[in-house]
């Protein structure tokens, strides 16, 4: 996975006031779902933070342990502005 330097689809402009409000609340939900960042979700949530922070995406896996936790936000959540599911080959 890698950081990506373009949006994954036309990005809703957000202010920082919402950028950090998204950024708790994903932080929330992989922190919920997870009790631990310990291994790859770990590293997935700093790209997935960073990309939020800064109005880029980040490419996951469909059954990433990261993707099945933000699940919860609902599919209309900023989050998936900045996610990059990859097809399976």
């Given at each position: ?23 708790e ?65």
């Amino acid at each position: 996975m890698k950081p990506v330097a373009r949006p994954a689809k036309p990005a809703r402009v957000l202010s920082s006031v919402q950028r950090i409000d998204a950024i708790e609340e994903v932080y929330g939900a992989v922190l919920n779902a997870t009790n631990s960042f310990y291994g790859r979700v770990g590293g997935d949530l700093a790209y997935l933070l960073g990309a939020i922070a800064k109005g880029t995406s980040c490419q996951f896996r469909p059954g990433s342990a990261i993707v099945r936790a933000l699940r919860v936000l609902g599919q209309d959540h900023v989050v998936w502005d900045h996610i990059t599911i990859e097809r399976d080959e």
